[in-house]
């Protein structure tokens, strides 16, 4: 079901250009993880997060446990940005057993 | 530090055929995940191990699915008699539970069952 709900399901950008990507939960998780999977399909850890907020050079993400979403925000956006982003938030705490949303399809244009 | 290892990268199948898929996590880590993504899907859980340990396994086709991690480092997801709906990437991942469940994937084994 949509446990993990992510918005937009495709997005394109031109290159330069600001964005926020969102993940919505119907779960109690206290933990969420953001990912990119790259067109080869390795997927790579972005951020783990407890409630709050991280910064990564152009990636800044915030995880807001009591109203339950995840935003991850795209500072001028870069051709290799392009991917599809993922989070994925536990299945209950402590269980370490992730629920995936269905991704965020990312085209960055030049 | 290697990172997660998977081989092979592609397995192309008749239905009924076997197949199996390998992973060396990230050495250290404790627990070690099998997940299976479908095209444009997200990766859905089939089982993971803490140490040797099943720690679930609710997810795994019993039937023709099987894991093992016999010493606590290595896995093998081993599918028999395959099936088309099958036809997916097999992903491996690795943390350290211990510490946090940051989560690290291999590259993936791409299946594809004619």
């Known amino acids: 079901g949509d446990q993990v709900k992510q918005s937009p399901s495709a997005l394109s950008l031109q290159e330069g250009t600001n964005s926020a990507l969102r993940c919505n939960f119907s779960?109690?998780?206290?933990?969420v993880q953001w990912f990119l999977q790259n067109p080869r399909g390795s997927l790579m850890n972005l951020f783990y997060?407890?409630?709050g907020t991280k910064e990564n050079g152009r990636l800044k993400s915030t995880f807001n446990s009591k109203e339950s979403y995840s935003t991850l925000h795209i500072r001028d956006a870069q051709l290799e940005d392009s991917g599809t982003y993922f989070c994925?938030?536990?299945?209950?705490?402590?269980?370490?057993?992730?629920?995936f949303g269905s991704g965020t399809q990312l085209t960055v244009m030049p | 530090e290697a990172g997660v290892t998977q081989s092979p990268r592609y397995a192309v199948l008749q239905e009924g055929q076997a197949v199996s898929f390998w992973c060396d996590p990230i050495?250290?880590?404790?627990?070690l995940y099998w997940y299976q993504q479908p095209r444009d899907q997200g990766p859905q859980l089939l089982v993971y191990?803490?140490?040797?340990?099943?720690?679930?396994n609710s997810q795994l086709p019993s039937d023709r699915f099987s894991a093992v991690r016999p010493k606590g480092t290595n896995s093998t997801l081993k599918i028999q008699s395959a099936k088309q709906g099958d036809t997916a990437t097999y992903l491996c991942?690795?943390?350290?539970?211990?510490?946090?469940?940051?989560?690290?994937f291999g590259e993936g084994s791409k299946l594809t069952v004619l």
């Open positions: 050495s250290g880590h404790d627990t």
């Open positions: 191990f803490r140490d040797e340990a099943v720690i679930d």
């Open positions: 779960i109690a998780t206290t933990t």
């Open positions: 994925a938030a536990e299945a209950y705490p402590g269980s370490w057993q992730l629920i």
């Open positions: 991942a690795s943390s350290f539970a211990r510490n946090t469940g940051q989560l690290y």
């Open positions: 997060l407890v409630p």
